[in-house]
């Protein structure tokens, strides 16, 4: 009997060893990690809104905007040892804070180490209701020849660095656009269209989701 406490008490004693180890190994790569994500700490991408085609854009009666575009949006990962997953980006056109396109949905995409990716998605927004003051602000800003849109984009991304990859964040750019109708333009006709080379540069928020 004393012999069987004894294998008892020696089986739960190795219990809480291998426990106790375990519990450090986790412990330990848990810190491992935090100093290399703090040591290589990533800078948020750059974008870029290099140009846009504009396909249609006028208000008909009562208060309707139709507003069909295509943008060049032009990323870039500044990061030598991080990669960026992009796990889903959402681009949409707004005119005084109120959305005038449908959003579209740009392709899961990852962005290695210092690589420049390029989209050209076309946005869409036939006969879009908008509110009264805003068909008055528009007609106002069309009328002196200078509309200033917002292309927006949000979604969410992951970092990759090695074989590790972190939980989801945000990400919300706003790129601002100058489109003029009179005078003299930086617009090239092609076709019906109009593109607008750019260059703008684009602010960028990215935060940690719960």
């Avoid at 032009?74 to 040892?81: A, F, G, M, T």
């Avoid at 420049?116 to 879009?128: C, D, E, H, I, M």
């Avoid at 006709?189 to 593109?195: E, F, H, P």
């Amino acid at each position: 009997m004393a012999d069987d406490c004894g294998r008892h008490d020696d089986k739960q004693q190795l219990a809480k060893r291998v426990a106790v180890a375990i519990f450090g190994f986790l412990i330990v790569f848990a810190i491992v990690v935090f100093l290399v994500w703090a040591i290589l700490h990533p800078t948020q991408p750059h974008f870029i809104l290099q140009d846009v085609t504009i396909y249609a854009f006028n208000l008909t009666a009562p208060n309707y905007l139709t507003s069909n575009m295509q943008i060049t949006l032009v990323s870039r990962n500044p990061n030598e040892r991080i990669g960026i997953y992009y796990h889903k980006l959402d681009v949409l056109a707004s005119y005084r804070n109120q959305q005038i396109t449908l959003p579209t949905l740009i392709p899961r995409t990852y962005q290695g180490h210092q690589d420049v990716t390029v989209w050209s998605p076309l946005l869409y927004g036939n006969a879009v209701p908008v509110a009264p003051f805003l068909e008055v602000g528009l007609n106002q800003d069309m009328n002196a020849g200078m509309v200033l849109l917002n292309v927006k984009a949000f979604g969410q991304l992951k970092w990759k660095v090695g074989t590790w990859i972190s939980g989801r964040y945000q990400i919300n750019i706003n790129c601002p656009v100058h489109i003029s109708f009179t005078g003299p333009t930086k617009a090239i006709q092609v076709g019906v269209a109009m593109k607008y080379q750019l260059v703008q540069s684009c602010s960028v928020d990215i935060s940690l989701l719960n």
